[in-house]
């Protein structure tokens, strides 16, 4: 597709299951973000990458978080071991360059933690 | 330390009224972006500013670089533009966006 595309877009898990969470950037994208929106909140920034490479990951809460994009492409983002807390929308985007392009934003995974 | 500050929070107006929404930076920045998110919506890029204006139909952003402001401007509002303004920015030497708290605009008919 031309946008940003993430999946699943709803995921309800129990508490201590692992969670996986797919984001297809737009093609040739360099750079991609994640970010979390708690209900009424701002987005909050986790982790990025510029191709293959994680550049920044200060954002990830704690270790059961990771991220990857190993080809430089699609991305993953996983938590482990859920917890209620982490209940939240998982939004995806991506931009052409690094320092500047526009963002596009993916329609989020909202994850729910039982 | 690198902040966003947003204002007004919420802002409600009445249908065709002209809507200013404020955002402030701490430290020096390579870009600032502007998104509006609808009530249970995804996140859609406005602006990308980097200095100067820029205008979209009726939606006008500017940036102050020396003032480390920014506003985003809406003519002849509707009750369509009703939405969550948010400004994020980046800051010099990182790459990350850092976002405002938003601004809730609520355009009544």
Known sequence: GAGVSQSPRYKVT?????VALRCDP???????????QAL???????????????????????DRFSAERPEGSIST???????????????CA????????ELFFGEGSRLTVL | KNEV??????????????????????????????LQQHPGGGIVSLFMLSSGKKKHG???AT????????SLHITASHPRDSAVYICAVRFIGNEKLTFGTGTRLTIIP
């Open chain 2, 63 to 70: 940036i102050n670089i020396q003032e480390k402001h920014s």
């Open chain 2, 5 to 34: 500050e947003q204002s007004p929070q919420n802002l409600t107006a009445q249908e065709g009224e002209f809507i200013t929404i404020n955002c402030s930076y701490s430290v020096g920045i390579s870009a600032l972006h502007w």
């Open chain 1, 40 to 62: 009424g909140q701002g987005p909050e920034f986790l982790t990025y990458f510029n191709y293959e490479a994680q550049q920044d990951k200060s954002g990830l809460p704690n």
């Open chain 1, 77 to 91: 983002l996983t938590i482990q071991r859920t917890e209620q807390r982490d209940s939240a929308m998982y939004r």
């Open chain 1, 94 to 101: 991506s931009s052409l360059g690094r320092y500047t392009g």
């Open chain 1, 26 to 36: 737009i093609s040739g994208h360099v750079s991609l973000y994640w970010y979390r």
């Open chain 2, 58 to 60: 009726r939606l006008i």
């Open chain 1, 14 to 18: 129990k508490r201590g299951q692992d």
